[in-house]
């Protein structure tokens, strides 16, 4: 353990401190507070276990931000839900060695009231203070034991009641005249120690402890050896924290995976563990969800970007010298370790988001491939399947004509760069810049629905030319329907009519059933009774001739068409495939991110590339009806 633990840009950490509310007062909804009394506390992270030991010297506090009455109270700790801001520090101060504070509840605010009724009933008895380090000294070397940090200059930033107590010295304060004294309130004993109360409790940390060892996918034992050793939730976290660390390291690293492979679950040590819960802390810490993050993935939420490149340098095989500090500690860490691949990774996840979570109405309705390169791809059409014909006792097999009809397309090349400046790193700026970047992913999945719905407009509104060398709807591909007045029960009945007629190249019927409706916002109220008059019952009386079918179909409403025509479709593959959507293999959950550190400036970039291509491949899953206007 070297001090580079407690140096400046650790960023925020919580010391939590027990409390006792018998200084409540009721008319103004506040309640006064020890936050600190340089209790040692043990602390982890990925190098190890230290104690931290926080000087309470008025001249080693900066007190300026929590003397303010501006500094925010605060549900657990929750800095990034305006909700979970639940009062205000109204005054602090430092006296006999202790941080004190008086802090006011809000009123008419739900979560608010949840919070101050839980403190007034002594069901809530734990008050945390998040702060900042900036600068701590090591004062025991710790032979054989976890080395020992003062911290000499630090700032709190907010407190927070909580639900488990680190610092036993550390007490809401009692009533003036009973000033540092533990008071019991009314009842407690009654309140808090009775059997059933006991037994609850017990099993909520058993719980507890179970859920958080399932979580980490450790061994089942470990959970075992915490409930038998009656260790607190707070310290039972610590222990798996500790046990994720110790098999991270003992976990040889993959030698041969590139520096650029994004494939690093299941992989361990600097590649795997810390990588994957940092990106994953970052992605949460920018307001953007993350479908299953890592198990410690909450232990660095609060963990400043600085630290997160400092912890990277000394894994990558060397330790990061303690004037390793700010713009230095940036430059080292982006050349010589894998943060960059942490950054990478968050960015990756960034992107995937916003690709997953953009409105795309074709992937319903269309096919989707992948492609190795940018190659011409030749895929056959799927009717053009022989018919078979009979075969008499003894008879031969005749050689049916095969279609050798086929459709060629390729993939395209588009993206843009992005660059992130190393001043923002310095300034932890980095969750607001990681906010814009699902940005990307959302104009990624938009440029394939421009590609895709920009084959309808083609020709005139015709659609692409096909292998045929006829438009995709053509009077010859007997897939437009005659001019309808409007979208009903009746213009849906003739194209659904075409659509079933549909042979196959190689003969027969195709039987295709219509699944989708596809049209544009001007039709969409149309499309909507329209399909709730087939849903009802004939017996209730309305529209009796209203065809039941029609409720099946899916609406997709897109608003990149107009509201010149409608079209229905069936199933991608059932029985053709008609439109498809492809991408390189590389593109399968969005733009690919490929790293560029800036020579002549202090930046990293990186280029954002998307690769598809779209195709109609066969005119028989879809129908054209053209509306009068």
Partial sequence: MDATKV?????????????????????????????????????????GPFFEELSLDPAHVRMGRLSSGRAPVLNSHNVYSPTAHVGVVERAWISNGEGRAVLRFARDDDESERVWNKVRQGILRSVSVGYSVHKAIQTEKGEGQPPVFRVVDWEPLEISPVAIPADPQSIIRSNPTHEGTRMTLPNEKTQHETPEEIRALERQRCGDITTLVRRAQLPETLAEQLINSGAALEAARAQVLEALVQRSEATPVNEYAPAHDYEIRGQRGAHGDFIEAASDALVMRAGITVKKPHAAAGDLHRTSVLEMARTALSRSGGKSAPELVGMRLIQRSMSTSDFPLLLENSIRKSIGAGYEEEPATFREWTSSDTVPDFRPVLRPVLSSVPELMPVSELGEYKSGPMSEAAATYRVSKYGVAIHLSWELLLNDDLGAWLRVQPGLGQVARRKEADLLYGLFAENGGAGPTMADGKALFHADHKNIAPVAGQLDATSLDSARLLLRRQTALGG?????????????PELEGAAERVLALGSRPQSAGLDSAQPTWVSSLVPIIENRLGGTAFYIASAPGKPVDGLVVARLAENEGGPYIEREDAFIRDATSWKCRHVVGVKALDFRSLVKVPITQ
């Fill in 7 to 47: 140096t400046p840009g650790v960023g925020t950490r919580a010391a939590v401190a027990e409390l006792v509310p018998s200084s409540l007062d009721e008319a103004t909804r506040t309640v006064e507070v020890v936050f600190a009394t340089g209790h040692r506390v043990k602390r982890f992270s990925w190098d």
């Fill in 508 to 520: 027969g019927q195709l039987s295709a059933a219509p699944r989708f409706l596809i049209c544009g």
